[in-house]
């Protein structure tokens, strides 16, 4: 061997050493995009460490344990999808207007997420055991609620909302909406074909979603066209 070269095991502890947060970012990906591919119980910490370049230990020295990795995975797409949605500024729109921007923006932000859904349906079926755990994920996902309260309020202030107008029962709506059109893509497909997959037909989509989600707080609104 080359005395100026490194062995792929001295590589990696040099890379460890240079740059961690860089590491720990990558076997983040990498263990998003497996745990979202197998679950909890199927995906594999020596899987993940060989396409990270790590090892298992190092990732165990990061995040604790596969449960811990696990936990920061959820953390981490539900930041990103939080993120995303905090991009839309509303304050300046009038609430309408600012529902509509906010329904649309969810619906394109799940569409965009399919890590996301995958991993809320795999605690879903751990009963949220792992997500309670979390400290941050409460907090992420009150930003959205804050956002919703704030338009409610403007809408009811200027009397286009209904005085039932409630931000979390619209963003179990808005969710239910744009978290089923991903979530069941695979079944919703093999049943009935893939056409209302495509982007004409999800542009329909969104916006009937969007006009039965104000029809149900607006004021006196009615649909828009849906032919």
């Known amino acids: 061997m080359d005395g100026g070269a ?22 983040l990906a990498i263990a998003t995009e497996e745990f ?7 995906a594999n910490i020596n899987e993940i460490a060989r396409k990270t370049s790590t090892s298992k230990r190092m990732i165990y020295y990061y995040f604790g344990d596969k449960e811990g990795l696990y936990c920061k995975v ?7 999808l939080r993120r995303s ?13 600012a529902l509509r921007r906010l329904v649309e923006a969810t619906f394109d932000a799940h569409a965009n997420a399919p ?31 804050d956002k919703l309260e704030e338009v409610c309020a403007r809408g009811k202030d200027q009397r286009l909302f209904r005085e ?21 893509k695979a079944t919703f497909s093999a049943s009935f074909g893939t056409s209302i997959y495509s982007k004409v037909h999800q542009a329909i989509l969104k ?11 607006v004021n006196g609104h009615e649909p828009s066209s849906w032919n």
């Open 36 to 42: 979202a591919a197998h679950g909890l119980s199927g």
């Open 164 to 184: 039932g107008a409630d931000a979390l029962e619209l963003h179990w709506l808005i969710s239910s909406f744009s978290f089923y059109n991903v979530s069941n």
């Open 74 to 80: 959820l953390e981490g797409v539900y930041g990103s």
């Open 115 to 145: 890590h996301f859904i995958r991993l809320v349906m795999i605690e879903n079926i751990h009963n949220g055991d792992y997500l309670r755990k979390s400290d941050i994920v409460p907090k992420l996902n009150r930003s959205i609620i």
């Open 85 to 97: 949605e905090d991009l839309l500024d509303v304050a300046g729109l009038e609430p309408v207007e």
């Open 207 to 217: 916006k009937k979603a969007t006009d039965m989600i104000l029809a149900a707080v």
């Open 6 to 27: 490194q062995s792929p095991a001295k590589k990696r502890k040099t890379s460890w050493k240079k740059d961690p947060e860089a590491v720990k970012e990558n076997i």
